[in-house]
């Protein structure tokens, strides 16, 4: 198997050294509803592990859950709602549409505030290690002792300086001894929670969260780690500088990440309420129409979403499943995902052997679609 490595910037073999593949996909920060964007990169990694236990590896798939951070503070805020219980009602739809969209179940889905123990720890072993500092009620990560911060992103600093002042207001630009220092943790405001630390109470910062996470369920050197293309930076850059800082060892072997998808000329997101969200499309379409739309597109690729995609998906799925049960396309399905997870060529080679009579159930489970 062959998978863009985003540090490498480059197609290269994945080889996992063991007969358990461990995985880290970031997962929602969960006060609304599952958008197309966030299942489309889900299915991709759902898809990634479907081939690696095809290829007779088994799979350890960590999921996140980014329960605390100013996000989802914000918008409990603005509704008058506690975090916890709009986490819940979120969660509880994210989980209904990936079992409706068939992902595998995931290893574990750990949340951020079961971790304080873990995150404290590591804040403490990178400040023991000279990559960090306190100041102004906080700490944080001194981007000045880490000479290989940027080289997931491939940025460089002026670059990164003008991603990280358009998104900063945390209060602490007075006391950063670099203006990439980002936070390990941080004093909570008023109405925010709060938890003891040997700094003072407060709460984490977002990227430490995950680092604390990845480490206590799967250890360091993870298999491979992944997330949407607009985590690379800032979130997995610093994710990477503060674990490799805390433990002395290689983070993640292979950095793997998707593309976003755009609606209206623009990416999906919440500030453009330019949003499709997975709930709504399964009133109206069988969600298997709905995971065959979504791999008729590479998941590295930036594509556009709209409804033509689910008509054209309702012939394609009613054309394979009339087909019949069988294994036609499977070794094309097989060489296609192996070459960078090619679902887009992996979904013609099944379209091919159905027009020559082939029958297709198997190929088609490969890409997780099934009847």
């Not at 780690?225 to 674990?243: N, R």
């Amino acid at each position: 198997m062959h998978l863009y490595g985003t540090r490498l910037r480059a197609v290269v073999p994945f080889r996992p050294p063991g007969p358990v593949v461990r995985l880290y996909t970031c997962g929602i920060t969960p006060y609304d509803a599952t958008h197309i964007g966030h299942a489309a990169t889900f299915v991709a990694y759902d898809v990634l592990q479907r081939r690696l236990r095809d290829l007779g590896y088994d799979t350890q798939c960590v999921r996140n859950v980014t329960d605390v951070d100013d996000d989802i503070l914000e918008r409990a805020g603005s509704l008058g709602v506690h975090y916890l219980d709009l986490a819940a009602a979120a969660l509880q739809t994210f989980e209904q549409d990936m079992t409706a969209l068939d992902l595998l179940p995931a290893h574990s889905e750990p949340r951020a505030t079961s971790a304080m123990s873990e995150i404290r720890s590591l804040i403490g072993r990178v400040l023991e290690s000279g990559h960090a500092y306190q100041a102004g009620g906080a700490v944080l990560f001194a981007v000045d002792t880490a000479p290989r911060f940027g080289s997931l992103s491939g940025l460089s600093r002026e670059e990164m300086l003008g991603l990280v002042d358009a998104a900063r207001d945390d209060g602490l630009a007075g006391v950063r001894r670099h203006p990439l220092d980002f936070v390990l943790w941080q004093p909570s405001k008023p109405g925010e929670p709060e938890w003891s630390s040997p700094w003072g109470p407060g709460r984490p910062g977002w990227h430490v969260e995950c680092s604390a996470l990845a480490l206590r369920e799967l250890g360091a050197g993870i298999d491979l780690h992944g997330g949407g293309s607009d985590l690379v930076f800032p979130h997995h850059e610093c994710e990477l500088a503060q674990a490799e800082a805390a433990t002395g060892d290689d983070f993640v072997r292979h950095w793997m990440h998707s593309g976003t998808v755009h609606q209206g000329g623009q990416k999906m997101s919440k500030s453009l309420g330019n949003l499709t969200f997975v709930s709504d499309l399964r009133e109206r379409w069988d969600p298997m129409v709905i995971r065959l739309a979504i791999v008729a597109a590479h998941y590295r690729s930036d594509w556009s979403w709209s409804t033509s995609l689910l008509e054209s998906s309702v012939v394609r799925l009613s054309a394979w499943r009339l087909a019949g049960r069988g294994d036609d396309a499977l070794a094309e399905v097989r060489s296609a995902l192996d070459d960078d997870l090619d679902t887009p060529a992996a979904v013609a080679a099944i379209d091919a052997a159905v027009a020559r009579g082939g029958r297709v159930s198997e190929a088609a489970g490969l890409l997780g679609i099934s009847w």
